[in-house]
């Protein structure tokens, strides 16, 4: 791995030592804040497909994505670069690997009347699909799955309202209800 800080002109590799790696090899620029923010969650995979597509940070139940910079500028090793080795190797352990899933994702239902609810455009936008729709394809998902969860907030927010509506007029009718029997109490 190597970095450049924009205030020097020398380049620092760090050896990842206990770290391997499959597949072809990739350079790729990142903003190390990602990196750092892999480490801390301890995500102990990292899937690079290609310099210009999303990186993938897993474990077992959790998943970081995000997009790489620009190619441009990516840095490349120099015979003066300051090496510094993250640990000396110590005895590899295999790890499982896990599969990669491509399951789509299932649109939501509803119970509400069809003009209610923000459905998506249609399948065929679905990143899953085949089509190679890319990049646009993920954003038109995404902006389909805000409008459901937009819906789906409002909603809540509604039933909130009519809930609270409804525990106070219950406690209304206890009141009313225990009025009446003191007063029955007293006539008796």
């Avoid at 690997?97 to 649109?107: G, I, K, L, N």
């Amino acid at each position: 791995m190597r970095a450049r800080s924009s205030e020097q002109d020398e380049v620092t590799e760090v050896v990842l030592a206990r770290s391997s790696c499959t597949g072809q090899p990739v350079r790729f620029r990142t903003d190390r804040r990602h990196l750092l923010r892999v480490a801390q969650l301890g995500l102990a995979e990292i899937h690079i497909e290609a310099a210009d597509k999303p990186i993938l940070a897993r474990d077992s139940k959790r998943q970081l994505v995000w997009v790489p910079l620009s190619k441009e500028g990516s840095v490349t090793s120099r015979p003066s670069a300051a090496r510094i080795p993250s640990a000396e190797p110590t005895k590899t352990i295999d790890l499982p690997q896990t599969p990669r899933r491509e399951v789509p994702m299932a649109f939501p239902t509803t119970n509400a009347p069809e003009g209610n609810v923000a459905h998506p455009k249609s399948a065929s936008a679905s990143p899953t699909n085949g089509s190679g729709g890319g990049i646009n394809a993920l954003i038109e998902e995404a902006e389909s799955l805000k409008a459901v969860l937009r819906d789906a907030y409002e909603r809540t927010g509604r039933l909130v309202v009519a809930l609270r509506r409804q525990k106070k007029e219950s406690q209304v009718v206890r009141n009313t209800l225990a009025s009446l029997r003191q007063l029955q109490g007293l006539g008796g």
